[in-house]
């Protein structure tokens, strides 16, 4: 099968005073039809940038995005809109403040053509699938809750019924007790709509339960790939080990390798040579600050010269 989603050597360079910013150095990464992917990584570490590159808000340096098996600039607009849309962290930057909930929801069939009354009807259809009460429907985002204005978002991304959602930090800008409901939420979206899924978080513990499979950024690269059973419970990393072990509690019976996360995190204006994790690697020999590791083994990807032992199953 074709993935839905496909990322092919997509570098990222930004010009900046002071030299050039290495958003994204190289990443390789496939998404198939209703899978849920996962993407993590400190803040930095070029997740959102390569989020705006999969929606084709950005163009990669280099390298190329297929989104259906064709760049993602080769679409015209409507049907890019067809096929993917974003959810954002900020439901309240992302929204008109001068639309009523009805009018931004509706916007994207307007758009298309659609008649007034199938508008409504589809509105109304999403904003109860959202659990959106019918009444806010005429409220204007500075009348709603962040959690409200987040389904609002959410609505906004399904009323057209795409195949993907790119939720990026969809929850980190709510309050705590709303964060679950709008995480299960899309937990709930993505089996009835059937979605393909890539949802970004520096929250380990928000994907866990969310994903069939993660991706382990660094530095603008993916360093480990996998279903998510196996990169949570058996990480070959030594990023991803110190990644999880900061901030996931001890599982009794599952060893993960008490890896320090310490050292700063280093500026992409001037990735380290080699492997980009070597500073801070606590397993690190010659040859890491010489050579990078490239991405290996299937269906569970790693970029170490020296990875963890694999856990005998
Ligand atoms: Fe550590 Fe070397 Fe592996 Fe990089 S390649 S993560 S420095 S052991
Ligand atoms: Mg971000």
Avoid at 68 to 94: C, K, T
Avoid at 186 to 202: E, K, Q, Y
């Amino acid at each position: 099968a074709t993935p839905l989603l496909r990322a092919s050597a997509v570098t990222r360079h930004y010009k900046v005073a002071g030299g050039t910013l290495q958003a994204l150095r190289g990443v390789d990464l496939d998404v198939y039809k209703g899978q849920t992917l996962g993407l993590v990584g400190e803040s930095g570490c070029g997740k959102s940038t390569l989020a705006k590159l999969l929606l084709g808000m950005e163009t990669p340096t280099s390298g190329t995005v297929l989104v259906g098996g064709r760049p993602v600039a080769d679409h015209g607009r409507l049907e890019r809109a067809r096929l993917i849309q974003p959810v954002f962290q900020d439901p309240y930057s992302s929204l008109n403040p001068r639309m009523t909930a009805a009018a931004i929801i509706g916007a994207t069939l307007e758009v298309r053509g659609e008649r007034a009354a199938a508008r409504a009807r589809k509105v109304a259809d999403i904003a109860d699938a959202v659990g959106l009460p019918p009444h806010l429907l005429n409220a204007y985002p500075g009348q709603l809750s962040g959690g409200q204005r987040q389904r609002v978002a959410i609505a906004r991304a399904l009323v057209g019924e795409p195949e993907i959602l790119v939720c990026d930090e969809p929850t980190s800008a709510l309050d705590v007790s709303v964060q679950s409901q709008i995480l299960n939420l899309l937990s709930g979206l993505r089996r009835d709509f059937n979605l393909t899924m890539v949802l970004i978080s520096h929250n380990l513990a928000v994907v866990h339960h969310l994903v069939d499979r993660v991706a382990v950024m660094y530095l603008g690269a993916v360093v480990e790939e996998g279903a998510t059973d196996d990169v949570f419970n058996a990480p070959r990393h030594p990023y991803t080990a110190a990644l999880l072990g900061s901030v996931l509690p001890p599982t009794p019976g599952i060893g993960l390798p008490d890896i320090p996360l310490s050292g700063e995190f280093p500026s992409p204006l001037q990735p380290p040579s080699g492997c980009a994790f070597h500073p801070r690697c606590p397993r690190a020999k010659d040859a890491c600050a010489r050579e990078a590791p490239r991405m290996a083994g299937a269906p569970h990807r790693h970029a170490c010269h020296f990875p963890l032992e694999e856990i005998p199953s």
